[in-house]
């Protein structure tokens, strides 16, 4: 069941938006729902991560999808094996120097409709703050050469 789509416009080159966003361990910095996050391991397929909320809990999660520059997709187990969430982090460049960015996030299981109620409401209102503020991260960074994407 898809819970919620976010997205924000801002100026920034989708290069750029990538490094941010595939820079787990900096997710607190901008990322308002973040208390502490990691990756165990490089950012591909496969790989396993933990981030730990503000005022909750911390759990795992695995990056199930990348298209370089452009997309990847992490799922998070729900507690006692009743679901999982899927996050899905999309980057579209614009002309002019913008990008807009998206993050979608579904649930599946039988606590989805819970989340929409329950959990939906301060999600969006959390991720459309975080992905403000990761344009903010973006536009104050310098714009060196792009890194390798992948």
């Known amino acids: 069941m898809?819970?919620?789509d976010c997205e924000a416009t801002f100026e920034a080159?989708?290069?750029?938006?990538?490094?941010?966003?595939?820079?787990?361990?900096?997710w607190p910095d901008w990322d308002v729902s973040k208390e502490i996050a990691r990756l165990?391991?490089?950012?591909?397929?496969?790989?396993?991560?933990?981030?730990?909320?503000r005022n909750?809990?911390?759990g795992?999660?695995?990056i199930t999808l990348i298209e370089p520059g452009k997309r990847f997709v992490t799922e998070c187990p729900l507690p006692v094996g009743v679901?999982?969430?899927i996050f899905d982090h999309r980057i579209e460049g614009l002309d002019r120097g913008r990008v807009r960015v998206i993050k979608s996030v579904e649930v599946q299981g039988g606590f989805a409709p819970l989340f929409r109620l329950v959990v939906a409401p301060r999600m969006r209102r959390d991720i459309a703050e975080s992905l403000a503020a990761m344009g903010r991260r973006v536009h104050s960074r310098p714009r060196g050469p792009a890194s390798p994407v992948g």
Not at 16 to 22: H, Y
Request: aromatic fraction near 12%; charge should be neutral.
């Open 40 to 53: 165990d391991g490089e950012f591909q397929v496969g790989t396993t991560g933990w981030a730990k909320q």
């Open 83 to 85: 679901g999982k969430m």
């Open 13 to 26: 080159s989708p290069a750029a938006v990538w490094r941010v966003w595939t820079d787990v361990a900096s």
């Open 2 to 4: 898809n819970l919620l």
């Open 56 to 58: 909750n809990l911390g």
């Open 60 to 62: 795992l999660f695995m």
